[in-house]
Every structure is written in C-alpha cells, then in structure tokens.
C-alpha cells in the first residue's frame, strides 16, 4: 500500500482539502484492506486467505453479485473541508457518521469563503444541473460582485460580533452556500461505494463531484486496489 497514506492530505477547490485521519485495517497491519474483506467473507465457511489470484478473483465475485457486507469490515475516517454548499448534499447520505465544526464556537474568518474559478450556465434540458461556463470577460465582472458580497457579509457579521451578538446569529449575516465548513466524517467501503457512485456521477453538483473524485482517486484506490478495479468494473461501467 502507498506510503503515509494515512495523514495524506489532497487540495479540493480553491480553500478546501480532504485528508484521511484513519483507516481500517491499518496500513502497517499484516492484512490489507482487500485481504481484509475476504477474509470476512471465507468466514462463511470459516477458511482465510487462498493466495493472491483465488482471493482476488472471490473479491471480485462478491462485488459483482453485491455480496455487499464483507466489504463493510474497511473503514475510512477523513477531515473534510468544503463549503456548505458541498456539506448540505454530502449529509444527505446518511452512512457516513460526522462531526461537525461549529459556528457558534469558532467565529469565521474573512477567508472562509468559496470562490468558483467559472461560472457555469444553467442546463437547458435538466433543471438540477449545469453546462458550459460564462466568457471571461462576464466571468471576472461576476466574480468581483460575489467577493463584494462577501466582504459586505462578513463586515456585517463583525460589527455584529462587535456589537455583542453571539456568533450563533451574528453568522445569519454569512453567505450561507459558500462558507467554508470542516468536519471528521467516516465510513465503510460498501456505503463509500454507493457514495462515490452518485456523488461521481455527471449529474452530481461539481462542487461536491471534486470530493468524490479525489477519494476515489487518492485514498479509495491505493487502500484497496482490488476492490477500486471490481468497482469500476461492476458499478461504474456496469459490465
Ligand atoms: C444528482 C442528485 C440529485 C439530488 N437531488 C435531490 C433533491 O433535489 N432533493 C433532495 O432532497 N435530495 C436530493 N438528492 C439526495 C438523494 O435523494 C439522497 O438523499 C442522497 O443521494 C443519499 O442517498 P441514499 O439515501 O441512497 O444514501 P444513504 O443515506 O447513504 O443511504 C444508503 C442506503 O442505505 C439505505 N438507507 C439508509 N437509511 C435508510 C433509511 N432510514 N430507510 C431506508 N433505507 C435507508 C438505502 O438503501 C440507501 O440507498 C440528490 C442526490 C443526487 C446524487
């Protein structure tokens, strides 16, 4: 497995970042992660591993007929942070367990705020998403407005800070979409898989579609090689 995969810390967006606090089992344990949901798996009939080529093809015939609960014996833990609008569509999913940084103890600052590097045109043909992206020039016009915005809000939200408001409503004055939220989330493979398949998806939200892209790519692949191939294969490309 790849060094320091635990600690690793992967950038998202212009001020965001996920990085892997912990896994299950432990990169420097004798078992690896795919090693870990087979070994679950030949439970059923209380054997253990069988050499590379005979575990690897058994991972692969669990996934492909959704012999799902094996695959819940590897855990991730990560610390994301994303603005809110990324944390609203990610708390959807309610197999990840979260906690949360909070707004009415750490007071926000001046730079906690997302800034799009395009802006991207309503779909035509589907009401949730986007295509294309706005032309520089209107780009740029468009991206000085929203960082007046939010200096504007986060002006309002120390003077009402100075004014004695607590910071549970004087954060009512904050862009509410864009700030930039941190919280320690963790989940098990088999529900990872069924996030990264929609969260990965063309029609998910670009700023949430980032995430799931760098944990497939930077932590889901190197901790469990086997299992990130089968998935592709059987979830992915439906084969
Ligand atoms: C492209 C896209 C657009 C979306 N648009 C909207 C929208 O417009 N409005 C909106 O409200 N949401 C929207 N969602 C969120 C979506 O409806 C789901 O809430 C979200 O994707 C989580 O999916 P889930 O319930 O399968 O996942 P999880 O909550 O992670 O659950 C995983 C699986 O566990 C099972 N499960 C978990 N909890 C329960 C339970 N209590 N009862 C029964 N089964 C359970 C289900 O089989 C579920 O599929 C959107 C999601 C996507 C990907």
């Known amino acids: ?38 070994n679950a798996a030949r439970v059923s009939f209380l054997g253990e591993s069988k050499g590379p080529g005979r575990d690897k093809r058994l991972l692969f ?17 990560f610390r994301v942070r994303a603005p809110l609008v990324t944390w609203w569509q990610w708390v959807r999913h309610r197999t990840w367990n979260m906690n949360a940084q909070s707004g009415r103890y750490t007071p926000f600052q001046e730079s906690d705020f997302y800034v799009p590097d395009t802006w991207r045109r309503q779909s035509k043909d589907n009401k949730q998403a986007s295509e ?19 200096d504007e809000g986060f002006r309002l939200y120390t003077e009402a800070l100075d004014l004695g408001v607590s910071k549970e409503m004087a954060r009512l004055f904050l862009p509410g979409f864009s700030v930039y939220y941190t919280w320690v989330t963790k989940i098990d493979a088999h529900n990872l898989m069924h996030f990264l398949r929609l969260r990965m998806a063309r029609d998910a939200q670009y700023e949430i579609r980032v995430f799931a892209g760098a944990i497939h790519e930077h932590f889901f692949q190197p901790a469990l090689p086997w299992t990130a191939e089968a998935f592709d294969k059987y979830i992915l490309k439906n084969e």
């Open 1 to 38: 497995m790849e060094d320091k995969l635990i600690g690793k810390r992967v950038d998202v967006l212009d001020k965001g970042w996920i990085e892997l606090v912990d896994l299950m089992p432990h990169p420097a344990s004798d078992v690896s992660g795919d090693l870990a949901i087979v």
């Open 132 to 150: 294309g992206s706005l032309g520089p020039a209107e780009s740029d016009e468009l991206t000085e407005k929203l960082l007046r915005h939010y």
């Open 61 to 77: 015939y669990l996934l492909r007929h959704r012999h799902t609960s094996p695959f819940e014996m590897v855990e991730f833990k």
